[in-house]
């Protein structure tokens, strides 16, 4: 029985994932933001792409209270996954891959993390084996208990607040989120233009890995000892009583940290706070 095999490069929701996750890059290096365009181009919301992007979020971002509602919700969704023109998808599917190879490099632009990459391609997998009318049982089973868990998973009420906002956008119909996004991004260039090296670097860092909590916890580490000594030498040589405080303070709260597993968000905006600092202080005696 043929098996369904699983390929990131034709795996709409990855694809996506990835293009949004190059905009951020992109947009902190100041580069052209080449992947905004793309993103336009093949998810407007009259492509069989979008549709199927669509379908996707629907089954990334739905909660039901129990295993069988999920089971009838992932029918469903499987179902209307039929009614997409499969001739224009693959034809739409093919140039947006053509594009991603004229663009980027491609070995580099698959190999950034993916958080949520098995229920991506358990989606994947299923409306392939709809498409192809592949029916490996094996294939079919493992895939839909995945999915079947996710979507039967209750979140907790941090992980709840945390994603609403995010959960609300990609709910969105996708012209309505890419006009969302261009005001997100205008909002971004103006409000952090002035972000220096040490920023920029931990930012795409805590995003690029997001689903390496040990090679980030270990460049965290390694940044938060540096930024502590430089804020020290400059609390030596600072005359400035209500500085002197400041400092002090900031150096006080960066060494309080414990680092449990992972980063917190908290613990980011702390570093990137201390970075800020430092920067207005030399900014000043420059």
């Not at 469903?76 to 140039?95: C, D, S």
């Not at 860092?205 to 460049?219: E, M, Q």
């Amino acid at each position: 029985m043929k098996r369904i095999k699983h390929s990131k490069i034709k795996n709409t929701g990855l694809l996506f994932e990835l293009l949004t996750r190059q905009i951020t890059y992109e947009i902190l290096d100041g580069r052209e933001e080449k992947s905004k365009e793309i993103v336009k181009e093949f998810f407007s919301s009259k492509t069989e792409l979008s549709k199927e992007l669509r379908l996707f979020n629907l089954l990334l971002n739905e909660k039901q209270s129990n295993a069988t509602k999920s089971e009838k919700f992932l029918n469903v969704v499987l179902e209307a996954h039929t009614k997409i023109n499969y001739e224009k998808l693959e034809k739409e599917k093919f140039n947006l891959i053509k594009t991603i190879k004229e663009t980027f490099n491609l070995e580099n632009f698959l190999s950034s993390p993916i958080n949520n990459y098995k229920i991506l391609a358990s989606i994947h997998k299923l409306f392939k084996g709809k498409t192809l009318n592949v029916n490996n049982v094996k294939d079919i089973f493992e895939s839909k208990e995945t999915l079947i868990e996710h979507i039967s998973k209750t979140q907790t009420q941090k992980e709840s607040s945390k994603d609403e906002l995010i959960e609300s956008y990609r709910k969105q119909e996708q012209d309505v989120r890419l006009l969302t996004y261009k005001i997100l991004v205008e909002t971004f260039n103006k409000k952090y233009s002035n972000l220096d090296e040490n920023q920029k670097s931990l930012l795409k860092n805590y995003i690029n890995n997001v689903n390496n909590s040990s090679k980030f916890k270990d460049y965290y580490k390694e940044q938060l000892k540096e930024v502590v000594k430089t804020i020290h030498n400059l609390y030596s040589e600072m005359d400035d009583k209500v500085t002197k405080i400041k400092l002090k303070e900031t150096i006080n709260v960066l060494k309080s940290q414990r680092i449990k597993r992972e980063v917190s968000d908290s613990q980011v905006s702390s570093l990137m706070m201390a970075y800020e600092l430092v920067k207005e202080i030399k900014n000043v005696r420059s």
